[in-house]
Each structure stands twice: as structure tokens, then as C-alpha cells.
DNA sequence: CCGAATTTTCAAAATTTATTGAAAATATAT
DNA sequence: ATATATTTTCAATAAATTTTGAAAATTCGG
């Protein structure tokens, strides 16, 4: 395969793994031409490679930037601005779980913190169910969440290394 | 807060949840309902709790059975089908991990392969940070593939034991 | 086999989400 | 300060997804 041919496949491939982890196509794609790219690019040119419009390659990148995925790079005696993107996979997974965790874990565990606390007999079935799952999804969220934090301060090769022997 | 109160709570929430992770918002919200009601329900039930359409019931369901979180339940003497949802959390986690491997992260790795493959010299920076940004992709989804297979094999009391240890 | 109950399908409608593009705002060189 | 390049905003539009509901198919008791 050529590389044009396989960088394509990539981009597009990347774009609908997005789409089933609540990431819009085009800001997967945009992470995925600058994962590939040697160089910092230009709006300009991530507009020309994916054939979107401006707008919508000015807001996806700055959605890429709050999510701490891609950052500005300022090129001496160059007006425009540059995009890159960070390219150690390892970090960047922990900088996406950092942030879900923080944007949907932690308010899930809020949330589950003031149902758990419903009023009513335990001996009324609808109460005890609800009451029992919610607890068990607490529970299980609130270790996740202990697991994650270690997960994001960890090196790769700790990491991995240690669920080597975990799991042999 | 009565217990109505915190079931609309869950359910909504749950849907919401459900929205950000490419689970459309009534099936997570029947998985919901599901998971707090002490028997099983009926499509009736379930349209008649959550306001939706039968088509709409129906489909979301058969999908949640697809996803292997509902069964069907047969009462003897009824004509009805009725419907329930695995209450354990733990296995609702396992089983999720289990279809979203096998949907998503085997497909990708799968494809990862063929694009590793790319003909060209190394010493195009273009082939290169190609061919390294997939082969770092490459490693940490195996990685997770095989953690992941580990997980879905484990009891929670043993995997959560072994996290502990892990990390402390 | 008939008829009523129940489930399933799917085209059309509604809703939600993403994208465009031109205008406004901002930044920079001279 | 002015002109020009560049970035940002956002209302309008387009596209994708979800939902409806009625018709078709299926199931099952008698």
C-alpha cells in the first residue's frame, strides 16, 4: 500500500472509531492527520487535506486544544499559526482519560451520591433494587476512579510491566 | 428526594451518560429502567414509563439483547414477553468491555496491521512518524486487547484485590 | 385453521448534531 | 495609524440520527 493510500485509510478509520466514543468525525480526523504529520501545519492546510470548511476546522482544533490533545506552535518569523499534535500514544491516552473521567466519572459519582440517599423502606422491593444498584455502581465507579488516577500519573513501562505480572 | 424522584433522576442521567460513550440515549435509558425495577416489564410497561413509541421500544430492546445486558423472560401462564436486565454491575461492565472489544478495538488492531505495512523508505520523514505512530497505536492496543481478555475472565473480588495490590 | 394478541418492520417525520461561509474581531507589519 | 493577514463567531443550512405509528408478520390458544 502507498502511503497516500494508507494515510487516508487511517484518517478515515480514526474519524469512525470517533463517532462510537462520542467524538465528532471531524475532530477524530483533524487528530489523526496531525498524529501523522512530521511538521506542525496550518489551518490552511488541514482545511485543504480534509475538505472542510474554515469554520469548522477553527473549531475542532480549538476543542482539540481544550481537550490537551493539540497545542499552538508559534514559527518564528511566520505569521500564521502552527498546530502539532502530541504524538506519544501513552500520554495521549492518559490526557483523554484524564479528562472524561473528569467531565463524566466524577459527576456520575456526584450524582450517585445524592440518589443513593432516597428516602423509603428497604423492605419495599423498589427501594431496595434502586437503592442496591445504584450502590453497585458507585462502588464500582469509585475504584475505577481510584485505578485511573494511579493509571494517569503512571510511566508506560510501570504500567505496563506491573499488568504483566498482574495477569500471569 | 422520594424514590420516583431519584428513579427519573437515574434514568435521564443514565441516558445522558449513555450519549457520550455512542449509546443513543433510549436504550440506555431502558437499561436504566431495567436495572431499577425489581421484575421484569413488558414493552407495554417500558413505553408507558419512559413515554416513548413501541417501534422505538421495541428496536432499543432487541438491540440491548444483541449487547447481551437483556434477556427475555417468559412467565408462565402470560402471553406477553416480558424483559430484565443483569443486575450485577460487575458483569455488566464485563459483558459491555467484551462487545466493544470485539466491535471496535480487534477491528482497528486488525487494520493497524495492514497499514504498518506501508511501502516506502524510513527515511521519508513522512513514512516514518507514519509508520511509528502506527506501530505505537499498535502496541498499546495490544496491550489493552490482552489486558482487557484478563479482565473479562476475572471475578470483581480478584480483580479489585489485584488493583489494590497493585497500586499500593 | 381461525382470530385475537403480540411483536416486528420500516418509510416518513421529527429532532439533534455537524458544517458552512461570510461577516466581525483580532493581530501584526510597516 | 492603516492596511492586510489571520482567526473567530454564529446564523443558516445540511446531514445524520432517532423516533413515530401504522401496517405486516408472527405467535398461540382454542
Partial sequence: MKLTEARQHFISSWGAF???WGINRTMAQIHALLLISPDPLTQDDI???LNISRGNTNMNIRELINWGLVERVLLSGER???FTAEKDIWKVVKQIVKERKKR???PMLQLLDKLEEVEGDKRDRHVKIFVDTVGGIKK???QADKTLDVM???EETWFVGNLLKMFK
Same sequence: chains 1, 2.
Avoid: C, F, Q, V
Fill in 80 to 82: 500564521k499559526e502552527y
Fill in 140 to 142: 464500582l465507579g469509585k
Fill in 104 to 106: 463524566e466519572l466524577e
Fill in 47 to 49: 482545511m485543504e487535506e
Fill in 18 to 20: 470517533g463517532t462510537h
Fill in 152 to 154: 494517569i500519573r503512571a
